[in-house]
């Protein structure tokens, strides 16, 4: 349990616990490995647990009625996913697929419950997270509903691109979502957006401005 | 020889995150030190920087205007 304690200390829903308290809530927790590319849940059904990524890295995605995919985020160790359905009870609102081999930590739906009753700390930190969570789902919903970001992607895109004879400096998708105001997945779903609509083309290294009218059409609607 | 992302290793902890994601096998730990191979194999998928927790990898992208660069 020692090496768990050490883990638990680090998540912050359990930020504040002595040891003791610890170890209890650590006597609730299971241990689930995953494969790379292992689905580890489906959009729409009931959470199992609250599940902590322990190694690896899991995506968390929705999929469109077209089948195409939108990572909401990327889950790294320490951090958790599924805080939402294992507290409202309703169901996962996003899928979860392991990008790496992962180890995850797990909480089930009832445990969960006896450790808030228990430990009011616990609760107190919940709400916490909760309200961080909600503050970063309403700033990517805004992101992703509105044309605006695209909009701006495509301005990106023709102040940073090179003739051919004057070269311009590299941008990586990071670093098109600090100019843009954004953040990384909302970028990358932009850029293939613009390909779909035929006004880029995604190389290896290299976008390729294959529509300047139409980048510039964007750039106007998103105005 | 083939372009490759880019690691900082000033801000690389080594967690080995970035070992895990990549498929192609570009990425690997040498001496404790984690390190971009060149091969042709790889994609530009770019899951070695999107999992990086320390932005410490780059997949940087050229612009350009169709007919140029």
């Not at chain 1, 930020?15 to 494969?35: C, Y």
């Amino acid at each position: 349990m020692a090496i768990q304690r050490e883990f638990l200390e680090s998540i912050p829903y359990f930020s504040g616990l002595d040891a003791d308290e610890l170890d209890s809530i650590g006597s609730h927790v299971f241990e689930k490995t995953v494969e790379r590319g292992e689905i580890i849940q489906l959009e729409g059904n009931p959470a199992e647990a609250l599940f902590f990524v322990a190694s690896g890295a899991v995506k968390v995605f929705k999929t469109s009625a077209e089948g195409k995919e939108q990572i909401l985020s990327i889950v790294r160790p320490g951090e958790s996913f599924n805080d939402i359905p294992v507290f409202d009870g309703g169901l996962t609102p996003a899928s979860t697929q392991a990008m790496t081999p992962v180890v995850l930590y797990g909480i089930a739906r009832d445990k969960l419950h006896t450790i808030l009753r228990e430990h009011p700390q616990v609760a107190l930190n919940t709400t916490r997270v909760l309200a961080d969570r909600t503050r970063q789902l309403v700033s990517l919903v805004e992101d992703l509903s509105f044309r605006h970001v695209i909009g701006r992607v495509a301005r990106i895109l023709l102040e940073h691109a090179s003739d051919g004879k004057t070269p311009r400096p590299r941008l990586t998708q990071q670093e098109m979502a600090a100019l843009a105001g954004s953040v990384r997945e909302v970028v990358a779903r932009s850029l293939k957006a613009l390909e779909a609509e035929g006004a880029i083309t995604l190389e290896r290294h290299r976008i390729r401005i294959t529509d300047k009218k139409a980048l510039e059409a964007m750039v106007e609607m998103s105005v | 020889m083939p372009e490759m992302p880019e690691i900082d290793l000033e801000k690389c902890d080594r967690c080995g995150l970035c070992i895990s994601v990549c498929t192609c096998g570009a990425i690997v730990l040498i001496r404790n030190i984690v390190t971009i191979t060149n091969t042709d194999d790889c994609g530009w998928c770019t899951w070695c920087e999107a999992v990086c927790p320390n932005e410490a990898i780059s997949c940087s992208f050229e612009i350009v205007f169709d007919g140029g660069g």
